[in-house]
C-alpha cells in the first residue's frame, strides 16, 4: 500500500525567511513526486514534479524539492517567503498504474509579516 | 488554453437526494480523476475514467458513481446524499498517465 506523511500540519515563518515542508512517503514499488499548493477557495496548482532524473527539482515561485530514495522522502524548499506563499502544500504520490493521487494530509504554511 | 472547469461552484442540496456534478477537462486530455476533499479526511481519491472506461475506484460506496463522455467530459453523480458528503469535490485531467493533474476550481457541496 502506498501512503504519504506530511510531518508538519502548521507552519508559521517569517516574511523572507527559508523554509522547509516535510513529507515522507511508504511504497513497495515506485512512485512519481509531486507538490501541489492550494489557496483558499480553489483546486490544487501544480509546484513541481519528480518523475526521474536529477533528484534536485525546481518548480514555479522559487520552490524546489530533493527526491531521497533511501530516505523515501521529498521534501520542499524555498529559501526566502513571500506573505503570498501562505497557503495550504500538499505533497502526492502515483504509481505506473494510473493517474491515481495519494496525498498527504497537507501542511499550512503561514508567512508572518 | 482553456483549464479544467467544473459546475457549479457551489450546491446545497437536502439529505436524500442525489446530485450529478460536471468537469470539463482540457482540450485533448483523455484522463479525469475525482477526489473528495473534506477537513477531517483530506483528499480522497473517489475514481479515474480514462477513454470513457473507469480505469481505478477509490474506497467509496457505491453511491458514488462516476462516467466519461466521448469528448472526454466527466460527470460524477452522488445518489441519497447524506450529511457526511459535503465537501469540496475536486476534478483533475491529465494528459497522459503519471505527468502532472491539472485540477479545477472544484464544486463546493453542502449537505443540509
Known amino acids: 500500500a502506498q501512503s504519504v506523511t506530511q510531518l508538519d500540519s502548521q507552519v508559521p515563518v517569517f516574511e523572507e525567511a527559508p523554509v522547509e515542508l516535510r513529507c515522507n512517503y511508504s511504497?513497495?514499488?515506485?512512485?512519481?513526486l509531486f507538490w501541489y499548493v492550494q489557496y483558499p477557495n480553489q483546486g490544487l496548482q501544480l509546484l513541481l514534479k519528480?518523475?526521474?532524473?536529477?533528484?534536485l527539482v525546481k518548480g514555479i515561485n522559487g520552490f524546489e524539492a530533493e527526491f531521497n530514495k533511501s530516505q523515501t522522502s521529498f521534501h520542499l524548499r524555498k529559501p526566502s517567503v513571500h506573505i503570498s506563499d501562505t497557503a495550504e502544500y500538499f505533497c502526492?504520490?502515483?504509481?505506473?498504474?494510473?493517474?491515481?493521487?495519494?496525498f498527504g494530509t497537507g501542511t499550512s504554511l503561514t508567512v508572518i509579516p | 488554453k482553456a483549464g479544467v472547469t467544473q459546475t457549479p461552484r457551489y450546491l446545497i442540496k437536502t439529505r436524500g437526494q442525489q446530485v450529478t456534478l460536471s468537469c470539463s477537462p482540457i482540450?485533448?486530455?483523455?484522463?479525469v480523476s475525482w477526489y473528495q476533499q473534506t477537513p477531517g479526511q483530506g483528499l480522497q481519491f473517489l475514481f479515474e475514467?480514462?477513454?470513457?472506461?473507469?480505469?481505478n475506484k477509490g474506497n467509496f460506496p457505491g453511491r458514488f458513481s462516476g462516467r466519461q463522455f466521448s469528448n472526454s467530459r466527466s460527470e460524477m453523480n452522488v445518489s441519497t446524499l447524506e450529511l457526511g458528503d459535503s465537501a469540496l469535490y475536486l476534478c483533475?485531467?491529465?494528459?497522459?498517465?503519471?505527468?502532472?493533474?491539472?485540477f479545477g476550481q472544484g464544486t463546493r457541496l453542502t449537505v443540509v
Open positions: 482540450s485533448g486530455h483523455r484522463s
Open positions: 511504497s513497495s514499488v515506485s512512485v512519481y
Open positions: 519528480y518523475l526521474s532524473g536529477s533528484t
Open positions: 502526492a504520490v502515483t504509481l505506473n498504474t494510473g493517474n491515481q493521487f495519494y
Open positions: 483533475a485531467s491529465s494528459q497522459l498517465t503519471n505527468t502532472e493533474a491539472f
Open positions: 475514467y480514462f477513454s470513457e472506461t473507469q480505469r
